[in-house]
């Protein structure tokens, strides 16, 4: 089995900054790209910044200069600094990563489940 653990979600107010963590564990055998999702109540799931395993990000434009996203392979972790937030990034964020649990398995597509962050002052 696979999970994909979050931490780091919270209130934090416009300007501050928050950092996500999410660590994939359980039986991996390989991790491609990796990310982060989001959802406001009454909106569609969006990507937020997603990275693959050689390092190249992908950052949605409302994000572009304020978030970062990077990772380290070694510890099956992906992180994503949130500098100068804003109201509208306000929503549920989850971490999401396409892994091969075993060596001769598919790639699926898992899902963490979720971290509020409301952005307030």
């Known amino acids: 089995q696979v999970q994909l653990v979050e931490s780091g979600g919270g209130l934090v107010q416009p300007g501050g900054s928050l950092r996500l963590s999410c660590a994939a564990a359980g039986s991996i055998f390989s991790i491609n790209d990796m990310g982060w999702y989001r959802q406001a109540p009454g909106k569609q799931r969006e990507l937020v910044a997603s990275?693959?395993?050689?390092?190249?990000?992908k950052y949605a434009d409302s994000v572009k200069d304020r978030f970062t996203i990077s990772r380290d392979n070694a510890k099956n972790t992906v992180w994503m600094q949130m500098n100068s937030p804003k109201p509208e990034d306000t929503a549920v964020y989850y971490c999401?990563?396409?892994?091969?649990?075993?060596?001769?398995?598919?790639?699926?597509?898992?899902w963490g489940q979720g971290t509020q962050v409301t952005v307030s002052s």
């Open positions: 990275i693959t395993r050689g390092g190249n990000p």
């Open positions: 999401n990563a396409v892994i091969q649990p075993s060596r001769w398995g598919a790639f699926v597509n898992y």
